[in-house]
């Protein structure tokens, strides 16, 4: 079940999607007609299952042949996992900005870091070390990085 | 290859079996053509070694010989499941091993309780694939879209269990999947038409009878089991081993819109870290596990040992 918020600035459409995407999600009902830009934040999808994926696809790929721009924004891990694993995920869209996990070698928390793709091409994907917000430990990436960060080499 | 030895001696000992060891494949079948209840694991590296296991079967016994079962080959191999297309493809095939011994170094004990359920007359129930003792739980649904409560009791009694968010959701879109393929896949009519293949997967109906569905949950203090079981028996080797073993990171995936299902489910929980167990009886009962360990972290989680075991029974 996924919420939608959505923003208009001009002919850019902004729409936050909050939920895990899966067979229930009618995109065309929930996101509505758009035409120019429209921005996807992925930030609060913690989930997608198959179903979801091909549910995502099928609606982007119409937008994207209808000349509309496309671009997604604090993609969630598991959106991240799905652009790595599906080559036309984002259909033909731009991916501007994902979560990149952490792990705690102290108190083994988990945490997300958001970072720039640009950013992280600079940093040739070898992410920071950051600090644990709960113990204030060294936190290292948590995954497989030609994996994670796979897509930003296509 | 480095490490095999250890898994087969651990796996064997776990099982119950004697452990033989052959350098060529032709020795390792003129066993199983005179002694009963072989178990075979063969390095199939490459090609060139499948192919010389795949031609001193036909020699020795034809490849459909009731002498030997594909339910009882597994193969070693250290190219992932895409990488080994003269596997999928082989009528020898029944089990795949992803050689990836080195995170753990007991991994072949925990195999050798998979072995050990492909030698009973039926490899059904995930309680015989996990640590002695452990307690088996069961969720059943009556309803298709009870999945979705189902997948997040299984994600809440992770986290409590104390693996990481995020494993805990790669593991409930597991269990999303092999459920999702329980209630809409296998249902089938006298002449094995699917019944719900051009329905949209967010109907809701009945699961009464032969439709009922179950979901199995084990955890052994180490690894996960979940199984989704139904009372049809009408899982495809052939489209199993085709969609498990897809990937569409260099192709696109392309929307089939005569079909309700996605056909990436499976693949994508293979990709994730995810095993599996499927046993399948013909017209009687499916039963789909998937297996996870807990881990310290997600880059070990996703790099953990896997394996793809299939028992067929007709």
Known sequence: ?154 | MPGDAQFAAQAAAASGLALRTVKRASDAVKIVAVEEGCVLLVDASTQAHYMEFERAVQETLGLFSSRLSANHIHYLSSGDIYEVPYLIQSPLFGNYIHRNFELDPNVGTYFGRILGATLEDRAFGCERMVKPGTKVQTIQLRMALQKQEAVEAVRNYLVALKFQSRMATVIANAVDEILMNAIFDAPVDSMGKHLYESTSRATNFALEGPRAVDLHVAFDGEYVALTAVDLFGSLDKNKLLTAISKIYTEQEYRVRSSVAGAGIGLASVFHSGGSFFFASESGVRTEVTVFFKRCDSYREFKSQFRFLSTQFYF
């Open chain 1, 1 to 154: 079940m996924v919420n939608i918020i959505k923003e208009q600035k001009g002919n850019s459409i902004t729409v936050r999607m909050v939920g895990s995407v899966e067979e229930s999600v009618e995109f065309e009902q929930l996101i509505g007609p758009v035409t120019g830009e429209l921005v996807v934040n992925c930030k609060e999808i913690p989930r997608i299952n198959s179903v979801g994926v091909k549910g995502w696809i099928k609606y982007f790929q119409v937008l994207q042949q209808k000349g509309v721009k496309l671009k997604f924004v604090e993609c969630s891990t598991a959106i991240v996992e799905q652009i790595n694993l599906i080559s036309n995920f984002v259909c033909g869209g731009t991916v501007e900005s994902i979560y990149v996990p952490f792990s705690c070698m102290g108190c083994k928390g988990e945490f997300i870091g958001l970072f720039k793709t640009d950013d992280l091409r600079k940093l040739k994907f070898q992410v920071p070390e950051l600090k644990c917000s709960k113990c204030g430990g060294k936190a290292v990436f948590d995954d497989i990085p030609e994996e994670y960060f796979g897509f930003l080499e296509r």
